[in-house]
DNA sequence: CGACGATTTGAATAGGATCAATGGGAGTGG
DNA sequence: CCACTCCCATTGATCCTATTCAAATCGTCG
């Protein structure tokens, strides 16, 4: 474990009040590894044997029943992810993939188990973020349960040009098929979702899409604060 | 704060193991209060004064938006309810009401956060409380992501069937109107579910449902252990 | 008994998925 | 560098699922 990698997941609120003997109790056994595009990296039914934070490139968390397949959430830098899993000793629940090359950290599950334990600052933490996890997933289920698909997707516009902070030209961070899955809906209908919101002042151009007519497109989608993100 | 009271909270595994004099300091200021039925307890946008625990009677979480509403759970006694929401200080997320008269024991949410800061034991169990509750989340996520309306029908009662183990003559535990809101549908498209499980050994009775052909309803529901409830 | 709401059933419509075919890039290998 | 291949994206046609609107039935409760 290098300083570098221990400064990484010092900038995490989760980790950032931790002392540092206890700190690097829990790094020790960690490790960061590199992994190539399109791969697995655990299933469901696998047991967490780590907690992991990804460095640098992205992964999608998706979950598959009877030969169907649906992405449930994306991961950027930096974040931790499966941290519920980590804290209780059992299934992953999710299965992940990176959708680039990515760096991870893989800090053992026992690691962050223990220190949850015997380190109630942490424990402190962990509640809020896992609180926070919470509203996020309650958030997604109330999006997909309230909203047509249609709708769907002019909401995410609204939130990514929000975050990109770019005046209306915004540029989509996933290849469009995993945003169709994310947004729970075919590629076709994805495509077919952008046609309808044409003349709402949506312009695509590959990944670039521009907004013209936000108020349109506000009046559109009626965004909430307690479904759409902050 | 009657005992009887005490001794209900003490049975619930987030309460259990924590010392009698934090116990008492967290439920200073608590009562316990008798709502009728169809009463609306808390809405999402609502800052969260009060921890709840249902005590008797039943409660639904739901949301609303642009005029539509969905049922997100129900809780049935003893449980808590709105804990993420209690521990960190924000709005409730969901609005509540009750669907039977319930007595419900109140909390306040800001001796929570004290007890979690100053009582680690507490915080631990917190953190478990609140990885099961982000578990249950993603389970009905994937349930509606990844399943159509018969099939969510047929492994609820199959679930049921589990539960309330009366071997294949089970009775819904709300009207079915909520029902058809918990499973994501319509109430007309829930008696059409019902139907269409007819062939699949579902005789509908009213509330009493009688599953006549067990195995021919899994093949149809085909249950999956990281969606349905254990 | 009468009123009200829940449930069911029917018909029409809308939202989405599936199947099929085509076009368009990005990456690979010659 | 170019041709080839593969996969993504789009479009059209069709099918299926689910919602909406309407009406009838049933139960419950006052």
């Known amino acids: 474990m290098r300083d570098s990698e221990k400064e990484i997941v010092r900038s995490l609120p989760l980790f950032s009040s931790m002392c540092d003997d206890n700190l690097d109790a829990m790094l020790a056994g960690s490790f960061l590894q590199r992994f190539p595009t399109t791969v697995i990296l655990f299933s469901e039914s696998d047991l967490t044997d780590f907690l992991h934070?990804?460095?640098e490139g992205q992964v999608e968390l998706f979950a598959s029943t009877n030969n169907r397949?649906?992405?449930?959430?994306?991961?950027?830098?930096?974040?931790t992810f499966v941290l519920a899993s980590a804290l209780v000793d059992g299934?992953?629940?999710l299965s992940a993939r990176t959708l680039e090359a990515s760096q991870i950290l893989m800090i053992p599950a026992e690691n962050v188990r223990k220190?949850?334990?015997?380190?109630p600052d942490f424990a402190q933490k962990a509640v809020l973020e896992l609180a926070a996890c919470y509203h996020g997933v309650v958030r997604a289920y109330k999006n997909i349960k309230l909203r047509t698909a249609?709708?769907?997707?002019?909401?995410?516009?609204l939130v990514?040009?929000?975050?990109q902070n770019t005046k209306g030209a915004i540029t989509l961070p996933v290849e469009k098929r995993t945003l169709a899955s994310m947004l729970g809906m075919t590629p076709e209908n994805l495509s077919r979702a952008f046609s309808t919101l044409k003349p709402y002042g949506v312009a695509?151009?590959?990944?670039?899409i521009r907004l013209e007519k936000l108020d349109d497109l506000e009046t559109l989608a009626k965004p909430s604060e307690f479904i759409d993100s902050h």
């Open 53 to 55: 934070v990804l460095v």
């Open 69 to 79: 397949e649906g992405t449930m959430t994306l991961i950027k830098p930096i974040a």
């Open 91 to 93: 299934a992953y629940q």
């Open 115 to 119: 220190a949850m334990r015997e380190d």
């Open 150 to 157: 249609v709708e769907r997707l002019a909401n995410y516009l």
């Open 160 to 163: 990514q040009n929000r975050r």
């Open 204 to 208: 695509v151009e590959g990944a670039k």
